[in-house]
């Protein structure tokens, strides 16, 4: 299989996601990372590309000068995709100017900071036919593909109601917060128009249209900022899908000593389902008047219900995988894609489930309503 | 100590809730059930006093035949606290007449059909001075006993949010509906402007209050059927209480599966809570930066802390207590908060740790403002 | 139902196993405790009986006097069965009097101190025909109940191996030491040849051979005193079964934190089982290429799998029992039993599913020979 | 940091363990795999290579032709370590081959066949002053790492007792057993004189000194064989350590339904603690009177007591890590152990904390131990 080059933007010194995508974009052995624009400081860029044993020429100080030098490369030599993992503010330019000069790429969430920008991404991407990714993570779990072929199988009958609660605790004190990742993250001007459901509320989301394959019509919100001079730090949902399914989402990031406790709990009419972040390699399975099933990873009756899942499992059961098997799950997929358009043929269901623009610009516009309903006193909003 | 008599409408052969009422009233073995209108077909009353090993001549065909006659015995030998365990629409006329008659009354929930009931209800309560208490079983807990406590005591800092989720799916399929007991639960004439609600949200809802001390001030909800002809069968709340407390609340009985998984979490600026009923000995204690705790019911460290819950507790830590124990320990404080006044004395705080008329006056206001919002089309709506 | 009428010895003020038998041989309504030597001091045992609200001649001060006094009644009034709750030296004598004067016996355990004695209580039981019961409390928990029908239904195929925990930390200081109950157990003249085999190892054991239908045939320990002075306090024991089955057992009353953590796995050719008592409403079942199943006490497809489970089950699925429940299971069956044979009918396997004399024989061989093994430094000795 | 050059023998298409080492060994970016005698026969070898995307020349059909070829390099061009990943038989003559010829080995386990070629091999890797590691697993885990530091630090008190289970059931079923790791395992000609101890009981071992920081001087065993004509597939060990603790281990490999369910009990006289691999984020913490903890992987102040655990961790809290990652921290310590030493630095006690030829000689010695125990009906043998 072809090793793909991979170039980032962002992900330098001290950056936790960053690390992140490098070790999840490798964990196969297929994806090498040859250049990257790591930080706006050049030496700080510089300095990670050594710590990484990349090519000092290919250690660039800015997204432009980094496009700039790979279309000055052969095009065998230049990177095959690129990651974008920059605060919010920068995703959409800089993912704008990646696919505009025909890079795929792979961006961190969300997408954007308006839902304008994300239905101009979502053209450009259809436009130049690129592949583009979003790092939901949540979806990269072998268990919650799973849970998704169930649903698609008929499993769980119709479907009636989805509770899904994504708890955390590292917001919950001014004193505490960390220089990088929270400043940006709590300050509207990097971080849009939302905290608490742009960061955690959308991946929320996109876990409960993606199992569940139906789409959120309507949202009534309730945010709510806890620590004063933030945006949201917390907020409730109750939602509306497709098809009658009615639902309710709770984040928050002010839950004192949660983690990342992301739940979920899709109630069907002959079965139910649970699935928790903190707990990834079992399924739970209900249904009237017999035993309480947990569906665990790694075997073959699980592969046998969904391919999706038995493809993205790497250790075999009892030998559990985690949050950075999840994360490469997209990335195989992901590069699996590239491969196939590269080989100019067609990429299979399989090797295309991963999140997509399309996926971005519904997290944006689940952002935009929720906190139009918010504002306006907890009304109906149709997405 | 003295050993009450115990009479009882309803629980006649067949009914779970009222077997519940006898196994836990008699549990510490100072309480005799000696008279009953246990159905309202006499043959079937006299039955099951006699398989109580009841005198025949105190097994009564109504509630009204029992006033009369337990009023014509010497005042010594007559019952000391009359259990209501009828189906939800006679809960108010019943408990107005033993009241009326001078019996203390212990009754199932919701204590009536309306709002007005419970004020009238509240009035005669307080007019006559007896004892009142509403079976709101889970309060009944230790462990939630200690979780009051912790609040109280400011363990958890100011409170910020609290999520109580109510699942069951035993009324998932109409033709599983079982006769006696689903039967009139979602049928309104029996069971007031609201099943999903008025049987399982209350609780959730009365937990919320009980654990935190604060009262709800206003409730935004979706409520749904899911089988048509019913009454809600689900339903999703979003609520406000004192303090600047925010909530939400989810009852189901469609829940394809769900048995009775009554979970609560209460969070804190300094710590956070979770209990569930399913695993009702431990609560689990989060904070920032500190191993998650398990308190465990039963140990001394929880006593110390609780003295509610210690004095509500029957067998030593590992030695799990459960449901029954739970609403053991309601008649128990009802009983001797009955004990206390029979001697002229003022009942103490930890007498009077079980649920009163007030918290049926609340259960009926809170079932009332969801419906209203909920045919709003989910508006906000006081309390 | 008739009535049964209960006696005890022990069970004086602030003894806490003999209130649990009071509180489980009551719950169903069907016994009501009418006399008992609940203290050597005549003055307390007075006082006990006051507090039961028991007529005071039948409140006696030792147990010779309640047969004398008993005898002394009419037939029709004495005392149906006597429960014996004493310090385990007292067991054998009491038993056996209270069965030579025409007694029915439920006795705590360890049965006697002797095997001889036990084997000598077996003869007096079969010679007398009286019902005898022994209270080895975890075969009461229904789901240990379904796993034995489980087991003996074939669906487990062929066993394997049996592995068995039970560890408990209540006596792992010295200087926590509980007057009462802790003295006599670590001490030799009082608790036999054994502290933690006589106490809880005794317990395992029976629960193994309950759940497998299979009886221990040699066994290999290696028993250990942690504080010194005492019986031992911990003890690993392998042992081998009827048909090839293997096994391991350990007890420790020295486990740090550990509170009366009862677990055992069972495996099987084709299923495996594993219940745990501080988690007793759940059976959990494996299987090769199955998703774990978590059986759950109140569901019509447990009292299907097992009638002896669904007649010991008293509140639905989700409404959990616990420690109380499993001992009233057994006074339910020992007092059904001897209903039966009161009316001269045999009883039914249902109503005899309750730890009996032979089981006391069963676990003194038991402790005798793990003893044994232990001070020949370990080898295999048959039972 | 300088990236090291590996080179495997074993790990050829299709092989699990292979595919392991290379994910684990690449995780944080500063490891390639440049060489390889991946396959027996020299076609799949190359196209094991080709896959890897590795220099055909490097590609090797023999170990004996890599140890040439590589030699034949410039040193600076060589391999820095080689990764063994062949059937057990072959560990052996391949650490000697390589160690000799002057390689780094990071070994699978069990490390050899014979205690006297385990001593030998420790003598050689003495001689040579070379790095060799072994892959236990599971002491890779943070929250194994944290357990070792608190015993270290006294927090447990003085120890107890240890119980170590070890279930698995892939081998539960003859029909069942898979092609290359199955046959090999249960086969004496290539698994030595035990399947089950030597597999999987090791591990168990070496967990529970690991983590004791104490040796076993004695075991007793008792092992089974339950489908014919293997070696062991179960087995159930007495052991005593230095200190005077006491412990039992079990291990089995029919336990139907069982996936990797490794699980130890560490008993001290203050403190106790649970560790489970299939949760492995957790570690349990039970004391007298004290809530029950559990620490929660990726916390600070689970890095502030155990600098080690602090060290192996790569993902915050709440995002769970794995098997994976434990076994890319024996790695990352070797490999940090081999850059110390190549600098002429000596390696830091957290670098050095892999499992080491010492480990193997003790594994080695415990097989043979209880191997032996066993033979002579359950007697102890010292180690």
New interface residues.
Partial sequence: ?K?LKMGMVGGGIGA?IG??H??AA?????VQ?VAGAFDIVPERSLEQGR???IDPKRCYGTYQEMIRGELALPPEERVDFISICTPNVTHFPVAKACLEAGFNVMCEKPMTMTTEQADELQRIVKKTGLTFGLLHTYTGYPMVKLAKDMVKAGD??KL??I?V?Y????L??LA?VKPISAAWRTDPKSSGSSCCMGDIGTHAANLAEYVSGLKITEV?A?L?T?LKGRLDD?G?V?FHMQKGV???L?A?Q????????LQI?V??????IGWF?????DLR????????????R????VAEKSPAAGRCT????????????AFANHYKNFTDTIRARQLKKKPTALELDFPSVEDGVRGMKFISAVVASSKK????VKI
Same sequence: chains 1, 2, 3, 4.
């Fill in positions: 299989m090793i936790f690390e992140v490098r070790k490798r964990m196969d052995g297929y990372v710590i990484l044993g769980l009958g009636r109601k509770e609660r708890p955390q605790g590292w919950g004190r505490k009534l309730d709510g806890y917390d409730n109750l009615k639902g309710v709770t928050t002010v839950g004192s000593g949660e983690e990342n406790n709990w109630y069907g009419e002959d079965r139910s972040q903190q707990d990834p390699n399975v209900l249904g009237d008047n017999m035993p309480e099933q947990i569906w665990k790694g075997n073959p009756y790497r250790t075999p059961a009892g030998h559990p995988e985690a949050f950075l098997e006193g907890s009304v109906w």
